[in-house]
């Protein structure tokens, strides 16, 4: 079973969510797809074994073959390439700029003259351990890149499917959290009761209900803000799995790098229940299928 | 001109609750919010709509059944995997390179233009501010900042305005560097903990290959204030300005939930300490250097 954890608004306890489910729950593995800010290592502690770079395909021109004809720019939705023409003394050549390509692959199969072939260019890297049980892999991509959804593709490649598998997803609404939630079997989205938490919710909502992904809420320091969002979950029949109080004390070992459940046995039996509340509602929804 | 970019690489740290603040305490600016995908600036500022303009970006493969003569090359060139084995198009996955329908041999497949959000142009009792909405699990939110940061530059050079003051998204990906790339300034807004200082430094070192100058804050300094001060021994040492410790308040919940910004709102320490960031960044050319 995959369970990712999302959430629309950053900083709401994604990470906090989804860290103490897996460290509660027996044969999980740990995925971290937020690959712009990977922060699941700070609490897990995994010991890294295997670090693999990560890369995509982007053409690079034979210049020897290329009749810079134009082709390559022309079948290019990204603008990653520019040609100069041949004449007035110039050669021709192709210029490519690899961030802004997504690797498709049209510059290099259409080439009438066969002078493109792809070549790797690394956007980040992959690494895998071990956390005490808990089987980790986490993506983290390299300063300036933009590629974030290849990248996050490629953790989920590592996906292993006889565990549990909990995936922490990068905040927001977009192209990287569609990515790292994809194929879950059900979404725990992370909430706090404020404005902020609220609207954000509710674009994380439509999100999930486009993807068809089960899902429900935990709100998150619980005993602040107003009511909305109790009021939003109870008024669109969203099922609330669990709340956090504001504590800061739970503030504080999350500024540590101290997982919750860690010597907290009422939280570890919270976050189980959760579990199993969210296997029985998979395991119904599978039968009415 | 002078472009302040807020941003904080881990989500939550108090983005947008600052920038708010710093639209009420600054004069002749433009706001913008370049969080387009879990955008909030706009339930601080209340903005009345005064213009709201489509935002067509990428496209998506049609395939259209009559004619497709089911020879399956679409998907095996695809590298998104985004067309099923039963000839559907997952208009979720592609990412519309347009391969397909150049290489269908029937012209079965054309390539639609997405309409990927809106961006908006409203008035609020602090002057204009742009912002936008990104469509439901689309992508380019990089191009849309784009989009919204001219927009905002036309007006302030239109209406001779001193500021743009840019609310932006998390992370350090695509919008981020389409939100801080040519700024005068970066503020990063940090908390005392593990990952916030983890992430602060990954968009610090992002903006620092962009070549922004960068400003500090370290939000909620009271959490842990070891780690505060293992942030300002970092600063030091990267020769960035500390140019504010904001302490923990329960009342800027209480502003939000209000509707409020927090100046407007809240007395006492957090509202000085908001003044005098405000003064330094905006007095003081030398950190805008």
């Known amino acids: 079973m995959i369970i990712s954890v999302a959430s629309g608004k950053g900083g709401t306890g994604k990470t906090t969510v989804a860290v103490n489910l897996a460290l509660s729950l027996e044969n999980t593995q740990f995925l971290d797809c937020d690959v712009e800010e990977p922060n699941a290592h700070i609490f897990l502690k995994p010991e890294i074994k295997e670090r693999i770079a990560a890369f995509i395909p982007v053409p690079e021109a034979d210049e020897a073959k290329c009749n810079a004809c134009g082709k390559c720019r022309e079948v290019c939705e990204y603008h990653a390439i ?6 007035d003394g110039a050669i021709g050549s192709v210029l490519v700029f690899p961030h802004l390509c997504h690797g498709c692959g049209a510059c290099s199969l259409l080439c009438p003259q066969k002078a493109i072939r792809e070549v790797n260019k690394e956007i980040g890297v992959v690494e895998t351990g071990m956390a005490g049980d808990i089987q980790f892999v986490h993506g983290t991509l390299n300063i300036g890149e933009i590629m974030s959804p290849s990248l996050i593709r490629q953790v989920k ?6 565990r549990t598998v909990i995936i922490d997803a990068p905040p927001g609404t977009s192209c990287p959290v569609i990515a790292a939630v994809k194929d879950s079997d059900y979404c725990i989205l992370v909430t706090e009761p404020t404005p902020f938490g609220l609207n954000d919710l509710t ?4 999100v999930l209900r486009k993807l068809k992904i089960p899902f429900g809420v935990v709100i998150n320091r619980a005993d602040i803000g107003d009511d909305k969002v109790d009021n939003y979950c109870q008024a669109n029949k969203i099922a609330v799995l669990l709340r956090i109080p504001f504590d800061r004390e739970i503030a504080r ?11 907290n046995v009422e939280y570890k039996e919270k976050f189980r229940m959760m579990f199993e509340t969210i296997t029985k509602r998979h395991h119904e929804a599978d039968r009415c299928r | 001109m002078k472009q302040i970019v807020v941003v904080s690489g881990k989500g939550g740290t108090g983005k947008s609750v600052l920038a708010a603040s710093f639209a009420a305490l600054a004069k002749n600016k433009v706001m913008v919010d370049c969080d387009v995908d879990a955008a909030d600036l706009h339930l601080l500022l209340h903005p009345i709509l005064k213009e709201r303009h489509e935002f067509r970006s990428g496209k998506t493969a049609k395939l259209d059944k009559k004619l497709c003569n089911k020879c399956g090359k679409c998907i095996a060139l695809c590298r998104f995997s985004a067309i099923s084995d039963d000839l559907i198009v997952d208009s979720i996955s592609c990412e519309g390179c347009g391969l397909c329908s150049l290489i269908c041999p029937v012209g079965a497949i054309t390539m639609e233009e997405n309409l990927a959000g809106e961006w908006l142009v409203s008035d609020t009792k602090y002057g204009p501010f742009v912002h936008a909405k990104l469509g439901i699990a689309e992508e380019n939110s990089g191009k849309l900042v784009a989009k919204i940061r001219e927009v905002a530059r036309e007006i302030a050079g239109r209406e001779n305005l001193e500021y743009v003051i840019i609310d932006g998204p998390p992370g350090i990906g695509c919008p981020v560097i389409a939100a801080l790339s040519g700024v005068d300034c970066a503020l990063v807004v940090t908390e005392p903990t593990i990952s916030g200082l983890h992430d602060a430094r990954r968009v610090i070192e992002v903006a620092r290959h962009f070549k922004v100058p960068v400003n500090l804050i370290v939000n909620k300094y009271d959490i842990n204030k070891e780690i505060t001060g293992e942030i300002e021994k970092y600063c030091g040492a990267e020769c960035i300005s500390v140019i504010g410790r904001i302490g923990f308040d329960k009342a800027v919940v209480e502003s939000m939930v209000a509707g409020k910004t927090i100046v407007e709102h809240c007395g006492g320490a957090i509202r000085e300490e908001i003044f005098k960031i405000w003064e330094k960044l905006s007095a003081c050319d030398a950190y805008l250097v």
């Open chain 1, 253 to 263: 070992l999350y500024s540590r790098g101290i997982p919750l459940v860690k010597d």
């Open chain 1, 157 to 162: 490649k590592r996906i292993n499917p006889f």
């Open chain 1, 82 to 87: 520019a040609v100069i023409p041949k004449g």
């Open chain 1, 203 to 206: 674009l994380a909502v439509e």
